[in-house]
């Protein structure tokens, strides 16, 4: 059974740092693309970026691209969003999922984090 | 970006009858490899999103035969044939065809 599950809700202040993490398990995390998606109250869903675990690969949403980092670590089966200097306005829902599609491409996202509520207040 | 459109954003719909939800994209959302990539998700309340329907037209593994969807290029619909209480929530289409992927504004189901 495919698993994603996600650290828990964090409060911080602007200007400090984060890593949420996302374990998975119940499937070779090496062979699909992780993706990270933001939900607030008045944007709705956006998409954030992706990562290849099997060799790092990434690609970012040019609106946050520089604004947060995305990795793997294959030895725990685990997902990483960053940010170094946090602002109010990444308050959010910060949800992962597996990507999955044709030939391990990332078409559609099929298991879900249950998300990380992320307060950036100080 | 592709702009993802759905309407209505808002449906009452009356348990047991049938409901529609219509969502359009700025640009044909077929793929240079002959797949198109549009996907409906739910959201029910106070939970994450959920896969529905993936490439268009395809369930995903456990999700009720009253759910199916249609559509090409640039105009997609989602169908529940018939409406249960659990279907309550916020419907998502999203396109990930082309980079950045994109999601629609969400279409709100509740029971009248």
């Known amino acids: 059974e495919v698993q994603v599950v996600q650290s828990g809700a964090e409060v911080k202040k602007p200007g400090e740092s984060l890593r949420i993490s996302c374990r998975t398990s119940g499937y070779r995390f090496d062979t699909y693309w992780i993706g990270w998606v933001r939900q607030t109250p008045g944007i709705g869903l956006e998409w954030m970026a992706i990562?290849?675990?099997?060799?790092?690969?990434?690609r970012y949403n040019p609106s946050f691209q520089g604004q947060v980092t995305v990795s793997a670590d294959k030895s725990v089966s685990s997902a990483y969003l960053q940010w170094n200097s946090l602002q109010a306005s990444d308050t959010a829902i910060y949800y992962c999922a597996r990507c999955s599609g044709h030939s391990s491409g990332c078409h559609y996202f099929d298991y879900w984090g249950q998300g990380v509520l992320v307060t950036v207040s100080s | 970006d592709v702009v993802m459109s759905q309407t209505p954003l808002s449906l009452p719909v009356t348990l047991g009858q049938p409901a529609s939800i219509s969502c359009r994209s700025s640009q044909s959302l077929l793929h240079i490899d002959g797949n198109t990539y549009l996907s409906w998700l739910q959201q029910r309340p106070g939970q994450p999103p959920r896969l529905l329907i993936f490439?268009?037209?395809r369930r995903f593994s456990g999700v009720p035969d009253r759910f199916s969807a249609s559509g090409a290029g640039t105009d997609f619909t989602l169908k529940i044939s018939r409406v249960e209480a659990e279907d309550v929530g916020i419907y998502y289409c999203?396109?990930?065809?082309?980079?950045?992927?994109?999601f629609g504004p969400g279409t709100k189901v509740d029971i009248k």
């Open positions: 490439n268009v037209s």
């Open positions: 990562v290849y675990p099997g060799d790092s690969d990434t």
């Open positions: 999203m396109q990930a065809t082309r980079l950045p992927f994109t």
